[in-house]
């Protein structure tokens, strides 16, 4: 008979504290209708623990893994960067969309200074400025496309499985995956 009042959800850091309370603890809940003179058999007492969520995580990209910041039983917060895919031409992508940004924004600001002084027309003018702005989302392209190369977790939880390691092709997005299934648990006892 499960006692559905006694089940909660807990954390993992709970984990140990909880199978302790439901050996020791618990069992006189579960038996307060008894007589103090019936002896109570612990061994009676089972307890379950099911993930209540697990996830499959998944490159946006294939490619080869460089780092891997997680291993099987390691708590991790949603947002967590969990593994990185090879990712130096990425970055240096983004190093010069930003270097060309930069330069873009001190050409505006040199030629602000002439169309003031009227020195150039609105239309020069206008194709710096236009420059500058086509360099700012060029940057943030290169950020994304670095971004996609960063694995993350999606939830609070803890990593329960892990099947790849630095080195391996994630080829194809929807068959080959960082397999690090992220679990929150439920826990419940019952007699």
């Known amino acids: 008979m499960i006692n559905n009042y006694l089940m909660k959800t807990i954390t993992m850091k709970n984990y140990l504290l909880a199978i302790l309370f439901c050996h020791f603890f618990l069992s006189t809940l579960l038996f307060a209708d ?3 003179s019936q002896t109570m058999d612990m061994t009676k007492l089972e307890c379950m623990i099911e993930p209540i969520q697990q996830v499959d995580i998944s490159s946006e990209v294939p490619g080869v893994l460089s780092d ?3 291993d099987r039983g390691d708590v991790v917060k949603k947002g967590q960067l ?3 895919l090879e990712s130096g031409v990425e ?3 983004v190093n010069v969309a930003k270097a060309k940004a930069e330069f ?3 050409k505006l600001a040199r ?3 002439m169309y003031k002084k ?3 027309s609105l ?3 206008d194709e710096v400025e236009t420059e500058w702005r086509v360099s700012i989302m060029e940057l943030s392209e290169a950020k994304q496309v670095y971004e996609q190369r960063q694995l993350r977790s999606p939830i609070n939880g803890r990593v329960v499985h892990q099947n790849t390691d630095v080195g391996e092709f994630t080829g194809d997005v929807m068959c080959q995956h960082f397999s690090g299934q992220f679990s929150k648990y439920f826990f419940g006892c019952f007699k």
Do not use: C, H, S, Y
Request: charged share 50%; no cysteine.
């Open 68 to 70: 891997v910041k997680v």
């Open 82 to 84: 969990i593994a990185r």
């Open 111 to 113: 030629n602000d200074d």
């Open 123 to 125: 239309q020069e003018r």
């Open 118 to 120: 009227e020195l150039i």
């Open 104 to 106: 873009n924004k001190r």
């Open 91 to 93: 970055k240096a992508r």
């Open 34 to 36: 008894e007589t103090p």
